[in-house]
C-alpha cells in the first residue's frame, strides 16, 4: 500500500465491503472478528450507526481502515474502529 491518504463516507460502499473490511481490521487481534454484511446491518440500526458521517480511510486507492459513528441526538460516540493489518504501525 502507498501512503497517500484519503477519507471518504462509509456510506460510499456496500454493507458487504463494509463487513469484509471491518472483518480485515481486526485480523490478528486476540479476539478476531468475522464480520457479515447482517450483522453490520442489525449493529448499524441497534446502534444508530450513522454511515454518512462515519468514515473509510482509503491507501492507494484501498480500503485500509473504518472508524463508525453512532448518533443519538446530541451524543456521539466511536461505534468501531479497526486498521487493516498492512496499514497498521
Not at 19 to 33: C, K, N, V
Not at 34 to 41: G, I, K, Y
Not at 72 to 80: D, F, K, S
Amino acid at each position: 500500500m502507498t501512503d497517500t491518504q484519503q477519507f471518504v463516507p462509509a456510506s460510499a460502499f456496500t454493507l458487504d465491503a463494509l463487513a469484509d473490511l471491518f472483518t480485515r481490521a481486526f485480523e490478528g487481534y486476540r479476539y478476531a472478528m468475522r464480520v457479515t454484511a447482517s450483522l453490520l446491518s442489525d449493529r448499524i440500526a441497534g446502534e444508530n450507526i450513522d454511515l454518512h458521517r462515519s468514515l473509510v480511510v482509503l491507501l492507494g486507492g484501498e480500503p485500509a481502515g473504518v472508524a463508525l459513528l453512532g448518533l443519538r441526538g446530541a451524543q456521539a460516540w466511536c461505534g468501531g474502529f479497526g486498521i487493516v493489518a498492512a496499514a497498521r504501525g
